[in-house]
């Protein structure tokens, strides 16, 4: 008996992380204003400090094919514009479009769409029907982002 009891608490638990995962990989509601979205896709201001690790992380985002100031890292991306003054070019909204969908600038553009999970082509297994960052890690890129300034 103990034993069945305990097999079910744990398959409720597991059902529960299951939705918990589920809703995490859900895209946050968001309005395309111009060439921007202006609102903070998580409702609260990004943390500047960790869209910097995020921004040099080689594994899913932009140093790879970007370069930027950066001197402490080798090897950065020359696919697409150096980094450097992002802050200067492109507001926050701006800057958060071009991270949520960056084919609505450019239709060939091959920059992913960092928070989309559908009508996506090339994409890895790794990634199919769920976003490649969270809404947190958007916020948190356009927060350092915008403080790259000339």
């Known amino acids: ?9 744990a398959l409720i638990a597991a059902s529960l992380a299951f939705v918990s995962v589920a809703r995490a990989d859900e895209l946050a ?14 409702g609260a201001p990004g943390d500047a400090v960790r869209g910097r690790a995020l921004v040099l992380a080689r594994t899913t ?3 790879l094919c970007h370069s930027g100031p950066f001197p402490e890292t080798r ?26 969908d960056a084919s609505r600038f450019n239709a060939e553009t091959i920059m992913p769409s ?19 960052l969270s809404a947190a890690e958007i916020e948190d890129i356009v ?3 915008a403080t790259l300034r000339d």
């Open 114 to 132: 960092y928070y989309r999970n559908d009508d996506l082509v090339r994409v890895g297994r790794n990634f199919t029907g769920k976003p490649i």
């Open 75 to 100: 090897f950065q991306g020359d696919l697409a514009p150096d980094l450097t003054g992002a802050g200067n070019r492109w507001s926050a909204s701006q800057l958060r479009l071009r991270l949520v």
């Open 143 to 145: 927060a350092f982002l």
């Open 29 to 42: 509601s968001y309005k395309v204003a111009g060439d921007g979205i202006v609102e903070s896709l998580t």
């Open 1 to 9: 008996m103990a034993k069945s009891f305990v097999h079910g608490v």
């Open 61 to 63: 985002t932009c140093i």
